[in-house]
């Protein structure tokens, strides 16, 4: 495939190592927080399974409805890094709110409001680095490599954060005071999240210029929405939102699995895990990562693979690995064999998700990518993250005793790995055959 032409005339100078810096804070941003979210509302605010779930999955309705608004506005009205520097400035002062608030009502408000602001700004940044690189298929995957790695770093660095900080001397791991003591740190992640924010607010300002369109009169989403209306894209989206699901799923109660993983005193495994968290921190944020340090490889090594494969194929690959980490951490749950689980992240997000961002701009014409990739990001962060967090709340509360609040995490990973199964049936009959690889 030739390279797709920008809209530039030029390339901004340094073009690649702005939109990389851009990428790092993007995900900086939403990797300190998310991965200790539930065990902090649940544990620390005491809030019940549905209302976490409600507060992490609500607040995924701004996804739902900031796309249509983000997308026309980036497409039509105003440049995209303006938006962007609007949106994250204000979304700093609100994460920050988040780890002050106790009233569940206020947590919910917040989180939608902070939700309508951050959400539209990953597909923007996706469709900036598009519109301002000079061969897409080369170079986005590096560019989109550094916001894996802001996600390591700051994951890293709470988990850090709450080692050194937060983790009272001479308690034994599995003691509850020291699981109590390290949830309560959990709120700097948010404050952290709220520094992240005001500095990418300041830096979008400074990022390529990338004008709407001004000329087009349509209403730039609908006319994107005709566009996913045809295969590929069709058989893509629908299979997209319970795939979402199911990342949301991961994302929620990874953390607080790994956190209650037991680590038998004077054993080889415990020997081990203190390697871990000189590594990676406490609190199961840190060592999440090991799923993103993957993630840098095998982005690196998509190029490659797509020449050889089929879109297709590539994508059922991401759905097997869906299975298959979901099976590890239901049926295996001991150090050893989960940290392999985790490093399935890369496969599932380079084969899946970030592949599936390349087919959506490949296959939508050029006056409303930015609208696209928008609504494919309504399905990933917007349907995909309400329903799959509500499902989450009602799984939970079902294998969570009510009176020792202990929960079957077997019972739980096991019916995501069969919806995980049943999203790779779906693709295998649905998703359209494609005859050749990437060129």
Known sequence: MAPLPTDTA?????????????????????????????????????????????????????????????????????????????????????????????????LLTFAIVYSMLYSPTMPLTNSLAFHHLADRDKDFGRVRLWGTIGWIAVG???????????????????????????????????????????????????????PPRKGEKQFAP???????????LLSLFLI???????????????????????????????????????????????????????????????PFVAKRLPKKSILAIGLLCYALRFGIFAYFPTLEFVIPGLALHGPIFACFIFLAFMIVDEECTGDVRASAQG????????????LGSKLAGVIATRYTDEVTKVRDYQSLFSVAMWAALGCLAALLLFYPRDEKAIA
């Open 10 to 106: 030029s390339p901004a100078p340094f073009v690649k190592a702005r939109l990389s810096i851009m990428m790092f804070f993007q995900y900086a941003i939403w990797g300190a927080w998310l991965p200790y979210a539930e065990s902090f509302f649940n544990e620390f605010r005491q809030l019940s399974p549905d209302q976490v779930t409600s507060i992490i999955g609500f607040g995924a309705i701004g996804a739902i409805f900031a796309p249509f608004i983000a997308g026309q506005v980036a497409d039509r009205y105003m440049s995209t890094e303006k938006f962007l520097g609007i949106s994250h400035l204000i979304g700093a002062v609100l994460i920050w709110q988040l780890a002050e608030i106790e009233n569940y009502s206020a």
């Open 240 to 302: 997209s939102i319970p795939v979402s699901m199911l990342h949301q799923y991961h994302m929620i109660y990874t953390g607080g699995f790994l956190g209650h993983i037991p680590i038998p005193k004077d054993s080889l495994v415990a020997k081990f895990n203190e390697y871990v968290e000189w590594v990676f921190g406490v609190g199961g944020g840190g060592i999440m990562t090991i799923g993103q340090i993957s993630e840098i490889f095998c982005l690196a090594a998509i």
């Open 156 to 210: 890293i660095g709470v988990g850090q954060l709450l080692k050194h900080y937060h983790s009272p001397a001479g308690l034994e791991p599995g003691d509850p005071k020291l699981r109590s003591a390290v949830v309560a740190g959990m709120s700097n992640a948010f404050k952290l999240s709220a520094i992240l924010g005001a500095i990418m607010g300041l830096y979008c300002f400074t990022l390529p210029h990338t």
């Open 222 to 232: 609908l006319k994107a929405m005709g566009e996913i209306k045809r295969q590929p």
């Open 375 to 386: 609504l494919y990001n309504l399905v990933i962060i917007g349907f995909g993250v309400v």
